[in-house]
């Protein structure tokens, strides 16, 4: 059993840090951009569903 939640660990952390590297990479100011983080590191699950729906994307995926 703690294969499975060691797995589960490691794809939320994977998920938030893409998350966090695609929120920096956005052309969102500076200061949405440090909201954003903060609630995806305080929030990982959570966070990171929220920006899923409704965050900022990078430059990349915009164009």
Known sequence: MLEISGLGGLLILALDIWAIV????SAASTGKKVL?????LILPI??????L???????K???
């Not at 959570?46 to 920006?51: A, H, P």
């Not at 729906?53 to 430059?59: A, K």
Request: proline share 4%.
């Open 36 to 40: 954003w983080v903060l609630l995806v």
């Open 53 to 59: 729906i409704g965050g900022p994307r990078s430059s």
């Open 22 to 25: 695609s929120i920096i990479g």
């Open 46 to 51: 959570l966070g990171f569903i929220i920006w």
């Open 61 to 63: 995926a915009m164009a």
